[in-house]
């Protein structure tokens, strides 16, 4: 049972290049989310897919896109990036937060901007 | 505005000693408290705590809140070297977010 993968684990891009994260999941959750996490800041919310077929904006979107492809699949897409988006970015899922464990994360992806 | 503010930012102590981490948060509509622990990469869950004064435990570890005085601490006893992580506390205020304390990291020295 693999819970939540995410790739790729580092990536190093250049001001102004675009990549796509991508997050899988394998526990049939209906929530996913996107995070990054910054030194001294915690965790914060850039966009979450309450279910399939959904995506809201959360705390920090702008610079961002996002796509839940299917249950399973929720990528995140920067088109055009900048220094500012230097920050490890973790994705996430979870059934529900009135159950009682929580989220699930992937375990992260180190990006730097250049 | 809604924070999460974690205390202490670092704390360094010996094997076998008991540690306190606090959280204590402003947040409009609370839900529920939760605790996490980081090591190296994702964080794993610990703890969600909805009601005061009732103390969640799991082995060493035990968490209560206080809805009241809008604080809620984590307790490990008997530390031990792999208790070191960084541990993270959220509030949800909504059904899909969370709003997360900057995290207390935690040396525990042999």
């Known amino acids: 049972n693999a819970g939540v993968t995410q790739t790729p684990k580092f990536q190093v891009l250049k001001t102004g290049q675009s990549m796509t994260l991508q997050c899988a999941q394998d526990?049939?959750?209906?929530?996913m989310y996107w995070y990054r996490q910054d030194p001294g800041m915690g965790l914060r919310l850039i966009y979450y897919s309450a279910s399939e077929g959904t995506t809201d904006k959360g705390e920090v979107p702008n610079g961002y896109n996002v796509s839940r492809l299917n249950k399973r699949e929720f990528s995140l897409r920067l088109e055009s990036a900048a220094p500012s988006q230097t920050s490890v970015y973790f994705c996430?899922?979870?059934?529900?937060?009135?159950?009682?464990?929580?989220?699930?994360f992937g375990s992260g992806t180190r990006l730097t901007v250049v | 505005e809604d924070k999460v503010v974690q205390s202490p930012l670092s704390l360094v102590v010996h094997e076998g000693d008991t540690v306190t981490l606090n959280c204590s948060y402003e947040?409009?509509?609370?839900?529920?408290l939760l605790w996490y622990k980081q090591e190296k990469k994702a964080p794993t869950f610990l703890f969600m705590l909805t009601s005061s004064g009732i103390e969640k435990k799991s082995g060493r570890l035990s968490s209560i809140l206080d809805k009241k005085e809008l604080f809620s601490i984590l307790n490990i006893t008997a530390t031990q070297t792999g208790d070191s992580a960084v541990y993270l506390c959220a509030v949800r205020h909504s059904n899909y977010q969370l709003i997360w304390g900057a995290g207390t990291k935690l040396i525990i020295k042999p």
């Open positions: 526990m049939n959750h209906n929530s």
């Open positions: 947040v409009t509509n609370f839900r529920s």
């Open positions: 996430a899922s979870g059934q529900g937060l009135d159950i009682n464990y929580g989220y699930t």
